[in-house]
């Protein structure tokens, strides 16, 4: 928490010509999701970084930094956020998020504002930021802030694309400190870990997992309109 920007593994990046790339932050859940149960069994959200400025699951204001093949499980809350991060101008390639997100002025699933270019293999899971109408008895999502970032669980076909080549084999262990994750999954990281979409070698760069993350629906449902 700051009364600037913040994120998950980096604040703000300053000018100059700085490059961000296999790296990653792990949030925290309860009970697989970023919602704590109180005694009256009401939900309270769980933003894992909170700012008053930009605030990012990666990075808070990444300014002109390039960002490759990084991923995160963070949770945001800022005047402006994103899942991966609050602002960003240059690009952002072949990476992921997967945390709630709320913003009192702007607030978007994968990149909160800015003008970065998004390059290919970019995706968020957008049923984290689902919300239900009860008037009319659908549910909408919160938009990504960039149409190149696909959401991987919006059908079958996105999510068959996200984890291609990452096999159960190929998960990183994983240290979560919400303990459902490790009777889930078996000490294991059910998501990519590793060189993401820069080579067809399945071998992580991240061994170990430190972190929790969401834990998936097992069907797909709720998905977007004209998915």
């Given at each position: 928490s700051t009364g600037g920007d913040a994120g998950g593994l980096i604040?703000?990046?300053?000018a100059g010509n700085v490059g961000v790339s296999?790296?990653?932050a792990g949030g925290h859940t309860e009970n697989g999701t970023y919602y704590k149960t109180q005694a009256d069994d009401s939900l309270t959200p769980i933003y894992n970084v909170t700012a008053t400025g930009y605030a990012g699951g990666?990075?808070?204001?990444?300014?002109g930094a390039t960002i490759t093949s990084?991923?995160?499980?963070?949770?945001?809350?800022?005047a402006?956020?994103?899942g991966?991060?609050?602002?960003?101008?240059?690009?952002?390639t072949d990476s992921y998020c997967t945390g709630l997100v709320s913003g009192t002025t702007a607030a978007n699933a994968f990149i909160g504002d800015g003008?970065?270019?998004?390059?290919?293999?970019?995706?968020y899971y957008s049923i984290i930021n689902e919300s239900y109408d009860n008037t009319k008895g659908t549910y909408t999502y919160m938009p990504p802030?960039?149409?190149?970032?696909?959401?991987?669980?919006?059908?079958?076909?996105?999510?068959?694309?996200?984890?291609?080549?990452?096999?159960?084999?190929?998960?990183?262990?994983?240290?979560?400190?919400?303990?459902?994750?490790?009777?889930?999954?078996?000490?294991l990281y059910n998501l990519p870990a590793l060189t993401f979409g820069e080579s067809d070698d399945p071998t992580p760069f991240v061994a170990v997992h430190y972190g929790d993350w969401p834990t998936p629906e097992t069907l797909f449902v709720n998905t977007p309109a004209g998915s």
């Amino acid at each position: 928490s700051t009364g600037g920007d913040a994120g998950g593994l980096i604040g703000t990046i300053g000018a100059g010509n700085v490059g961000v790339s296999l790296c990653y932050a792990g949030g925290h859940t309860e009970n697989g999701t970023y919602y704590k149960t109180q005694a009256d069994d009401s939900l309270t959200p769980i933003y894992n970084v909170t700012a008053t400025g930009y605030a990012g699951g990666l990075i808070g204001d990444a300014g002109g930094a390039t960002i490759t093949s990084c991923y995160t499980t963070c949770s945001a809350s800022g005047a402006t956020a994103g899942g991966f991060v609050g602002s960003a101008s240059d690009s952002i390639t072949d990476s992921y998020c997967t945390g709630l997100v709320s913003g009192t002025t702007a607030a978007n699933a994968f990149i909160g504002d800015g003008g970065a270019s998004v390059g290919e293999g970019c995706y968020y899971y957008s049923i984290i930021n689902e919300s239900y109408d009860n008037t009319k008895g659908t549910y909408t999502y919160m938009p990504p802030g960039s149409t190149a970032v696909t959401a991987f669980d919006e059908n079958a076909q996105t999510y068959n694309n996200f984890m291609s080549g990452y096999d159960y084999a190929n998960w990183a262990k994983a240290v979560p400190y919400d303990g459902t994750l490790a009777t889930l999954y078996n000490g294991l990281y059910n998501l990519p870990a590793l060189t993401f979409g820069e080579s067809d070698d399945p071998t992580p760069f991240v061994a170990v997992h430190y972190g929790d993350w969401p834990t998936p629906e097992t069907l797909f449902v709720n998905t977007p309109a004209g998915s």
